[in-house]
Nanobody
Framework: QVQLVESGGGLVQPGGSLSLSCAAS????????MGWYHQAPGKQRELVAS???????NYADSVKGRFTISRDNAKNTAYLQMNSLKPEDTAVYYC?????????????WGKGTQVTVSL
């Protein structure tokens, strides 16, 4: 069974940094694109950043210049380095990945990790 597990969330002061990780485990053929979304209370889930298997990246305007997405294909892991954090970055952060298993391509989601930016 394929699973995505996020780690690295927590409480940080404004201007601080956090690094999130998303590791895929289980039996699968390949991982395509991976991404990070966030969802604040009362709001819809929104894309933060995405990365293709080849390393092409895409960012939400609100995080450009502050967040960096990366991946290690050998470790089946994606990362999100978050710098200059703002209170409005507070949300649950979810990882997703497009994974091929049993000949089928499907998008998987992690359970999320809380990021709180506050004094």
């Amino acid at each position: 069974q394929v699973q995505l597990v996020e780690s690295g969330g927590g409480l940080v002061q404004p201007g601080g940094s956090l690094s999130l990780s998303c590791a895929a485990s289980g039996s699968f053929f390949s991982i395509g694109g991976m991404g990070w979304y966030h969802q604040a209370p009362g709001k819809q889930r929104e894309l933060v950043a995405s990365i293709s298997r080849g390393g092409s990246t895409n960012y939400a305007d609100s995080v450009k210049g502050r967040f960096t997405i990366s991946r290690d294909n050998a470790k089946n892991t994606a990362y999100l380095q978050m710098n200059s954090l703002k209170p409005e970055d507070t949300a649950v952060y979810y990882c997703n990945a497009d994974i091929t298993t049993g000949g089928l391509l499907r998008r998987y989601w992690g359970k999320g990790t809380q990021v709180t930016v506050s004094l």
